[in-house]
């Protein structure tokens, strides 16, 4: 088990910005992929952005590149996700995901809404 619990949503203005943060506990490695998925009201949840191939790639959804940011510090078992020019459409349920030899681990999710 890798317990996440995901931290920083809440309500902001349209253009504004968020920083969200997951603390992993337990054991993680450098190989572990690590990202962030967003689920909007009644729909499925969607890859926003990953570190990924040992922390070499970033990938992040073409609805938020060049606005959103992910990083991690490895020391502290910290994932971020820096949101910036936040859109309406931005709005969703947040979750920090470990993806670890085929398995998936994820967090509670943390709520943003973004008012336009």
């Known amino acids: 088990q890798v317990p996440l619990v995901e931290s920083g949503g809440g309500l902001v203005q349209a253009g504004g910005s968020l920083r969200l943060s997951c603390q992993a506990s337990g054991i993680i490695f450098t190989s572990d992929d690590m990202g962030w998925y967003r689920q909007a009201s009644g729909n499925q949840r969607d890859l926003v952005a990953v570190i990924t191939s040992g922390g070499t790639t970033l990938r992040y959804a073409d609805s938020v590149k060049g606005r959103f940011t992910i990083s991690r510090d490895m020391a502290k078992k910290m994932v971020y996700l820096q949101m910036n020019s936040l859109k309406p459409e931005d709005t969703g349920v947040y979750y920090c995901?470990?993806?670890?030899?085929?398995?998936?681990?994820w967090g509670r999710g943390t709520q943003v809404t973004v008012s336009s």
């Open positions: 995901n470990i993806k670890r030899d085929y398995r998936d681990y």
